[in-house]
């Protein structure tokens, strides 16, 4: 008895699914013709309530490598001032020695270094 039963229940959802399946006619139909991919939409990346800096582009990487090169000389060019000062006045001198012997030997100082801009704290 009870195979009778499965035979008929499998039979009922059978009949179902065939009666609900589409004809052969209305599946080529709704298919539709592709002939072109589809348009794919901008990934949009940006933060709710964050503002960006500055756009991500290649004239911000070149900026970027300008100003770090700029950077970079100008430590350089402090440094080299500070040698330069330091071999006319030493840093054993006091502050007070030290900044009247640079006064003293301005005209031995490089003329970068004698910038008020450029020129190296001593004894801080």
Do not use: Y
């Not at 959802?13 to 794919?40: D, G, K, R, Y």
């Not at 700029?70 to 007070?96: D, G, I, T, Y």
Request: with cysteine; proline share 9%; aromatic share 4%.
């Amino acid at each position: 008895m009870a195979n009778l039963a499965s035979l008929i229940g499998l039979a009922l959802v059978w009949s179902v699914v065939w009666a609900n399946l589409p004809s052969w006619e209305e599946l080529l139909s709704e298919q539709p013709v592709v002939h072109s991919p589809a348009v794919v939409p901008e990934l949009d990346l940006t933060i709710p309530g964050v503002t960006a800096p500055r756009s991500t582009g290649e004239p911000d990487r070149v900026g970027g490598n300008a100003d770090r090169r700029a950077r970079r000389f100008h430590r350089v060019a402090e440094s080299k001032c500070a040698e330069e000062v330091q071999q006319v006045c030493p840093a054993s001198l006091s502050n007070e020695e030290r900044l009247r012997c640079e006064a003293l030997n301005l005209k031995r100082i490089s003329t970068p270094c004698r910038t008020p801009k450029e020129q190296p704290t001593h004894g801080k």
